[in-house]
C-alpha cells in the first residue's frame, strides 16, 4: 500500500518549451502532496507544498509562475516547468503522507521515482 | 535556523564492516526524524521514524537511534545491495508545516 506514482521518469525538453511531470497517490487519497528538486549530490530542497482545491505554497525564491502547480483531484498533482531553460535541469520528486495503517503505523512520507528533466 | 548536517559524506565499506553514520540536528522544535534510503535516479525509500530522545528502531541490518541533538543509522555486516545514499530529514513542530527538511545524505559503497 502507499504508492505514489511519479511520470513520466524522465524528459528532455528544448529550451523555451513546457513539461508537465505528473504525481499520483496510487491506493490513498493525499491533500497535500510536496514537490522537491534535486541538483546532483544535494540534497532534496522543497519547492511548494501542493493543496487540493486551493493555491500552493510556494518556498521563498521558487517562482510560482514558472512552476506551476495543479492538485485538481485527491489523487493527482502535477507540476509544470514553463518556459524551461538549461538551469531547470534537474530532478523533480513528489511526496505526499502516508496513510496510517498496520504497515505505516509511524508518521511518514511516500515518495515518487522521480522525473529527470534535461534542458537542451 | 534549523539545520540538519549529516556525516560522512561518503562511506566505503568492505561486505561485513559494520559502521554508523551521523545526522546532527539543530531544530526549533522536532516533531519526527526520518531516515531514507535512495538509489541512484530513483525517489528516498522509506526506513524509520523516531520521535523522541532515546527511541531506537531496527529493521534488518539497520538500526535508527536519537538523541537531543543527533541520529544515528547502524549498518551491521552490510551487505553490496545496501549501497545507496542514505538521508535524514526532520519535520519540525511548526504550525502549517508538514513538509520534511533534508540533510544532503551520506554515499554508502559497500564492496564485495
Known amino acids: 500500500g502507499a504508492v505514489v506514482s511519479q511520470h513520466p521518469s524522465w524528459v528532455i525538453c528544448k529550451s523555451g518549451t513546457s513539461v508537465k511531470i505528473e504525481c499520483r497517490s496510487l491506493?490513498?487519497?493525499?491533500?497535500?502532496m510536496f514537490w522537491y528538486r534535486q541538483f546532483p549530490k544535494q540534497s532534496l530542497m522543497l519547492m511548494a507544498t501542493?493543496?487540493?482545491?486551493?493555491?500552493?505554497?510556494?518556498e521563498q525564491g521558487v517562482e510560482k509562475d514558472k512552476f506551476l502547480i495543479n492538485h485538481a483531484s485527491l489523487t493527482l498533482s502535477t507540476l509544470t516547468v514553463t518556459s524551461a531553460h538549461p538551469e531547470d535541469s534537474s530532478f523533480y520528486i513528489c511526496?505526499?503522507?502516508?496513510?496510517?495503517?498496520?504497515?505505516?503505523?509511524?508518521?511518514?512520507?511516500?515518495f515518487g521515482s522521480g522525473t529527470r528533466l534535461t534542458v537542451v | 535556523e534549523d539545520q540538519v548536517t549529516q556525516s560522512p559524506e561518503a562511506l566505503r565499506l568492505q561486505e561485513g564492516e559494520s559502521s554508523s553514520l551521523n545526522c546532527s540536528y539543530t531544530?526549533?522544535?522536532?516533531?519526527?526524524l526520518f531516515w531514507y534510503r535512495q538509489d541512484p535516479g530513483k525517489g528516498p525509500e522509506f526506513l524509520f521514524t523516531?520521535?523522541?530522545a532515546g527511541e531506537e528502531k531496527e529493521k534488518e541490518r539497520l538500526k535508527a537511534t536519537l538523541t537531543k541533538k543527533e541520529s544515528f543509522l547502524h549498518i551491521t555486516a552490510p551487505k553490496p545491495e545496501d549501497s545507496a545514499t542514505y538521508l535524514c530529514?526532520?519535520?519540525?513542530?511548526?504550525?502549517?508545516?508538514?513538509?520534511?527538511?533534508f540533510g544532503t545524505g551520506t554515499r554508502l559503497t559497500v564492496i564485495p
Open positions: 511526496s505526499a503522507r502516508t496513510p496510517l495503517s498496520s504497515l505505516h503505523p509511524h508518521r511518514a512520507y511516500t
Open positions: 491506493d490513498f487519497q493525499a491533500t497535500t
Open positions: 501542493s493543496n487540493e482545491g486551493s493555491k500552493a505554497t510556494y
Open positions: 531544530v526549533s522544535g522536532l516533531r519526527g
Open positions: 523516531l520521535y523522541s
Open positions: 530529514a526532520v519535520q519540525v513542530v511548526q504550525t502549517g508545516a508538514n513538509n520534511l527538511f
